[in-house]
């Protein structure tokens, strides 16, 4: 566990905020006047898929946070032996 703070986590707090708040207005403005045409069973399938599809690069970005690496340290590629 960390024993000092960090700048990466209220960086990435505010990064994470803003980069949902611009993926919420392009998926309005690319998609709202398509779907209102749309029955209310398919926007919500829809909403639901967008609504999850954000998650997919979460957990590295919540890695780079705590660890300032972007992927996991069992993760890390073996270093070359001399």
Known sequence: M???PTWRIPVGI???FVALIVYGAII???LA????????WAQTII???????WLLPLKRY???????K???PD???PLPKD
Request: overall charge negative; glycine content about 10%.
């Open 14 to 16: 505010i990064g994470l």
């Open 70 to 72: 972007w992927s996991a």
């Open 47 to 53: 909403y639901l898929v967008l609504g999850l599809v």
């Open 75 to 77: 993760q890390q590629p």
């Open 33 to 40: 006047d398509t779907l209102r045409a749309w029955p209310w």
């Open 62 to 68: 919540l890695i780079w946070m705590e660890t300032g």
């Open 2 to 4: 960390r024993e000092t």
């Open 28 to 30: 309005v403005g690319l």
